[in-house]
Nanobody
Framework: QVQLVESGGGSVQAGGSLRPSCAAS?????MGWFRQTPGKEREFAAS????????VYADSVKGRFTISRDSDKNIVYLQMNNLKPDDTAVYYC???????????????WGQGTQVTVSS
């Protein structure tokens, strides 16, 4: 089992930045960030392989979001810059052993943190 706790969401105006974080009870092979809005499926945003720091991004966030990890603290960050109203969602941290862009690839999930971007 892996326990994940997100923090660092909030409300910003368009063009602003936020950096949610995810504290993990132990290290996993791959960590991911997903987001979800009411009535829609959970959507992949970014992932990182812990050992190599290899990152993958969804096209919708590429160039604006950066995923990183702090190996000493078992924390994963999602630096979000130039935020847009379409980025408004609950952001979830996930952990797994295979990586990928599908939620089913990640057996462990945090409780989510709300990000709201106003125009």
């Amino acid at each position: 089992q892996v326990q994940l706790v997100e923090s660092g969401g909030g409300s910003v105006q368009a063009g602003g930045s936020l950096r949610p974080s995810c504290a993990a009870s132990r290290r996993s092979i791959c960590m991911g960030w997903f987001r979800q809005t009411p009535g829609k499926e959970r959507e992949f945003a970014a992932s990182i392989f812990w050992s190599s720091a290899t990152a993958v991004y969804a096209d919708s966030v590429k160039g604006r979001f950066t995923i990183s990890r702090d190996s000493d603290k078992n924390i994963v960050y999602l630096q979000m810059n130039n935020l847009k109203p379409d980025d408004t969602a609950v952001y979830y941290c996930a952990a797994g052993s295979t990586g990928g862009t599908y939620p089913r690839s990640y057996p462990f999930w945090g409780q989510g943190t709300q990000v709201t971007v106003s125009s």
